[in-house]
């Protein structure tokens, strides 16, 4: 037996509009009740879908590594070039947005568990990536785990960076872990 809302909305639907406030606002800009209003359905369609808000931020955190790691790397993969082109334009992804995803997923990871499970396998898997890619253009195994582990947190805090004026000097500065990482 189904319900009209039930009808009317799939999970998807759920897990985009969850995914857009968690991007603008947070974990705590994911709650039912706005997403359900902000979708025009009542609260019926979601639980239909979702056991709980628990259920529906496990999605969210499933969406984000599928979206913006393995994404990014098969896209990176796709684009072709040298092992070293690659990691120089995986580190100038940091331009394609604010960083308010990334960071909102790392202050949830301080409050729960699973996210920072979740939160750990990501970069984990990420520094994996630039590592093989930093090995692959002739950097030594023990060098490029190290480079790139320390250009990644550089990445990361980029997000943070209150003095950064503009996109082009955190390309420049981009441009400054890969030179960083590459070193002979």
């Known amino acids: 037996m189904t319900t009209p809302d039930a009808d009317r909305l799939d999970p998807k639907a759920w897990i985009d ?3 857009t406030r968690f991007r603008e606002g947070g ?18 369609s979601f639980y239909w879908h979702f056991k709980d808000r ?7 955190l499933i969406r984000w ?25 995986l580190l100038h992804t940091c331009n394609a947005d604010d960083g ?4 909102g997923m790392r202050d949830w990871a301080l409050q729960d568990e699973e996210a ?19 090995e ?13 582990r320390v250009a990644y947190l550089a990445w990361l805090g980029s997000y ?18 890969w030179q960083m990482v590459m070193a002979k």
């Open 54 to 60: 628990a259920a529906l931020l496990h999605a969210v």
């Open 17 to 19: 509009a969850a995914y």
């Open 100 to 103: 308010r995803l990334e960071v």
């Open 116 to 134: 920072q499970k979740e939160v750990r396998l990501i970069d984990t898997r990420r520094v994996q990536y630039m590592t093989a890619l930093a």
């Open 65 to 89: 590594r599928e979206e913006e790691t393995e994404r990014t790397i098969a896209d990176n993969e796709a684009s072709g070039g040298d092992a070293s082109t690659r990691l120089l334009r």
């Open 27 to 44: 974990v705590n800009a994911v709650r039912v009740d706005p997403l359900a209003k902000g979708l025009g359905i009542t609260r019926g």
């Open 136 to 148: 692959e253009a002739g950097v030594p195994s023990d060098v490029a785990k190290a480079r790139c």
């Open 160 to 177: 943070q960076e209150a003095t950064v004026t503009s996109r082009e000097e955190l390309g420049t500065d981009m441009d400054t872990l």
